[in-house]
């Protein structure tokens, strides 16, 4: 009966939206509506309201929707959806200040005279549109009241002209900052935790391990990453626009001739196509750059543009005048004075040691000050003129509400859809469908591209993208990351902008065109750029380094990278330093020859031990290495034939376990009904399903191929050799660096214990001049300002346990201060030898760097502090393939 309910949602879904009623509240009416009808029935006829849900009841349901109400605006970790009533203020200031206007202008006498060069003009003004201000509904106005009659004036192809403008307009829904990106980021950081967990549960079940490596976890996407990733494909989606409309003018001229530019191409030219460009490609710098170079997370950013757009909006409303750009000249020259300091000053206040640091920090206040004015002058322009500010105010919190209204209806939706069994009967249609994931992510492209004729992009994204995300990101076969997912979506969902009979921007430039311009101009105008996104998609698709690359690249060269060590980069740190091996084996070994006769003895034996001990250790690398190529080259090779076993098996018993679920829900529901003394036909019903339920069972379970077993054992076997032998490599790779790694950091940081000395023999005179309850808390302070500063350095342990050990017999209930004295000069005496072995073995410090020199980026580089600018890269672009990892479940 579930089922039918199911069926009730979807109808009332579907009678709300097609009668125009608000989705903000079609959503959330449809899920309450269902819930309280299959309630209502359940208490009727069985005297129980929870008997019509596959899992829990109305009462779970509400608990789940407040919880989902609380998560979205109380959680302080989720601070993604933040970033919307920024980026909405940005986009909408901007557009209110006519930059769109201005832009226009300059790039068709920029480009007019090009073939096609209206149409690459609207293209690239689109671009830049939706990199600042992103708003689909006012660029595609905007374009179509300047560019459009342009156009037709000069002889366009009406649906050439149409469509450039409209998919233009949609440009702003995949390039970054996107509303929609956003909304997929949340969607899908919920989605990647659920995915994590049914991931996890399948390894389980398949390997009967409790712990699934870190390795083999979902990727999840952040709005950063979602920017990241989506600026390519929509850089390559401008690209395919600009060289549609270009061939097509070559092919046939008569469907968009050039048109020479009436004026001179001279300085005042240029001057006014620099006011028009430079200001939004600084815009853009400023916030896709923070984000790219670290500096800032997405949050931050919006906040950025936000300032930036009341900015650029405080002059370009301002009538012409000396006074129009200095509050804009005076933000700009702030930001340098206050960049030029940040790299001249510590401006850190907690870090102020000296007088110049205290300058430095006052005149970056200043320049704070100049800035913030310069802010609040261009705020009070945006105010005073046309009561700007205060439109963009309340378009932004309408924008912003109906976004946020939309997200708590679609988690009710969602939620609703789920406690009828909907996500068990998709992903049962999905896991069942041949071809595996690539199957399963066709038909889900599918279904989402048929409902952009009927949905909005929100609808799709908040109701379509939870069902079925955490299912294909399970999967580990394809092992997608959650960004390209993102990203693919985002892609398809950008045609729905353009598809009839629903698509907004067709609807937008209709209010707009003139009256020569029909419909049917613009549906087939919009039709071939519909074609021209989905190549993109399909680019995107087939080439995923294009979507995951710059999120890796900017994870990998941030200030919080994570170091070579970690266990997720070790697959394609291997991949990249195994040829290495092979191509300077004749060249480490001669260093390693080399260290080896280096005089140790200088050296105490806890380092000159283990260091003689790791050059044998370093040696044995290469048959190491060797012997994992080895076991991975058989295991490959083993593969070949084994894969098709492995996914046919698979495949049956994932249909094994959806019947295992489906009996055990039919045995609850049977054990209520005999509970409750329901109708013997009823019951007779529900035994009858269970019994052919378990002979569809046990036919499955014939089907398995009787050597499953033995290859499953003996494929085991080979990974379990080629995973022992990569972890015997790189046990032995670090013992073969660590014992150098420290000997260098004991030995560099020699000047740096040298000037502890003072500070160290300078606390026995405080023990000297007595310990009283008047001073102990000094002295105390003085003892551990210096154990911290000792804790900085390599190699003093002893030397700060005996501090330790001196400031305890003081500070304890019996202060004993000759014995505080006696364990302060154990350890002075300690530092005095530290120093004296220090300066005798300083002159190693030559030849073994050079021998680290030789050694980092192989042997050592899994104990480096991060990757170099190159090999962040490297790795970066290794890990934007997915690998198939479905062979270890």
Known sequence: ?????????????????????????????????????????????????????????????????????????????????????????????????KIAEDLLVAMAQLFGPVPGGLGISVVFVGALLAATTGILGATVIAMGLISLPAMIRHNYSKPLATGTICASGTLGQIIPPSIVLIILADQLANAADQARTMRAAEYKQSTGEFSMPPEMDITSASAGDMFMGALVPGLVLVGLYMLYILVRALLKPEVAPPVPHEGQYDRKFFISIGMSLIPPLTLIFAVLGSIVTGIATVNQAGAIGAVGAIVMGGYRLSPPGRRRYVPLLVSLLSLVVIFVLQKTFDLNVKNITSQSDMIGVILAAIAVAFLVVAVLVSTWRTFRIDDTLRQVMIETAKTTTMVFIILIGAAMLTAAFRGFGGEHLVRDFLTGLPGGFWTQFLVVMLVIFLLGFFLDFIEIAVVVVPIVAPILLADPSANVTAVWLGVMVGLNIQTSFLTPPFGFALFYLRGVAPKTVKTTHIY???????????????IAGYFPGLVNYMPNRTFLTSETAPPPVNPKLQACIEEQIFPLYLEEEDRIVMAIDKARRIDLSPLPDRYREPLHESFDLALDTFALVDESLSARTSLDAYVEDYKPLHATTRQIQIRVRSIDRRIKQLETRLRRLERDGADEQEIERFKNSLYELGLERRTLIDRLPPQWEEQRAEYKALEKADKSSRVAYRRNVDAAYEPLQKVLAVLKEQDALAGMKDDVERLRSLLEAGVTPENLDHVIEQFKLTEIDLGALAGVNDIRSSLTASRRAVSGEEVNVSEAIALHEAAVAELERELSWRKSADGLRSALGEYDEAIRDTIGLRLQRRLTQDQAEDVASCLSGHRDISMSF
């Open 1 to 97: 009966m579930e089922l039918v309910f199911l069926g009730v949602l979807i109808l009332l879904m579907i009678i709300a939206l097609s009668s125009g009623f608000p989705v903000a509240f079609a959503l959330p009416g449809s899920a309450i509506g269902a819930i309280a009808i299959a309630a209502f029935c359940g208490y009727v006829f069985t005297g129980d309201s929870s008997s019509y849900f596959a899992q829990d009841g109305p009462v779970q349901w509400l608990t789940a929707g407040i919880t989902n109400f609380r998560s979205l605006y109380w959680e302080v970790e989720r601070d993604t959806l933040i970033a919307i009533p920024l980026f909405v203020f940005m986009g909408i200031m901007l557009q209110r200040s």
């Open 524 to 538: 087939k105008g919009a039709t071939a750029f519909i074609a021209l996104q989905l190549l993109g998609l399909a």
